[in-house]
């Protein structure tokens, strides 16, 4: 068997070209270059507000053939959405800027929106939570009712510190939203940040059976505060520090299989949102991804032929 016939794979558009994308024209370019990677069903991504490169990324991004999961997130020169905000003002706000981003994705037909929760509200985190399921209620309802809508859930304390941190906080999220009429919401895995929340990448996927939407394979380096990819920076797998290599990738692939998460029936989705290697262009970098996720794949499936035997 093959990964290809259990995960449909992507990747993160701007965190793959982070170095280089440093304007309009650059995103596009970059873009570009990435829509001729065969191998990828899906790109993650947003799409920029002037023109005429929003309109000649939307162009390229109807025809490309690949499934498009749009990143609502910050953007240059403008103040960040708080989806978790007790402000009323700061709230209305933080939709709009939602529902400008979101329109851009769904102008190219994206199936999935990635969010978060915003920053952390320690002052009322009862309020906060509450607040934070009318939000996304109102976004859910915003878009068409086969486009999932998913929060990714990040530390709380460390790096991003925004709101929804655990696992289990974005579960009862989605079952809170789910309960409220919202069946189109969902939580997420990221690897990248689950040192970050003191979570596993086995404990983060079982426990979000059901409940995931969308998986982001990276790394993170938690330990080494001197080091520049130190936090939630999306280090590239194999690097000095980081956590994760083969056997970690690996146990997150037979999780997910598990919990029916991976099949050949439903084939979930998987995204390398990882920064391109130092010594390698974004698109030899990719062909690193793509070797390392094979040699993990090539442990699971030698440990489910032992288990059939």
Known sequence: MSWQEYIRIGINHHLLYRKVISGPEDHLNTLRELLSEKRLEILDLWIPEEDPHRSEESRLLRDCGKDIYYNVGTRKGKEPAHPATLSAARREYSLDFYKREISRGLEVGCRKIIANSGPDVPEDRSGAFEALVDFFCEICRFVPEDVLVMVEPTDRDTDKKKFIGPSSEAVRLCQRIHAAGCPNFASMVDMCHLPLMDETVDGAMRSSAGHIGHIHLGNCIPADRSNPLYGDKHPAW?????????????????????????????RGSASFEMLAYEDATPLESVDRFFGTLQEAWGVVETNLDRSDG
Request: aromatic letters at 10%; charged letters at 15%.
């Open 238 to 266: 194999g690097l000095e520090g980081g956590v994760y290599g083969v056997p970690e990738i690996a146990a997150l692939l037979r999780a997910g299989i598990d919990i029916g998460y991976f099949s050949t029936e439903s």
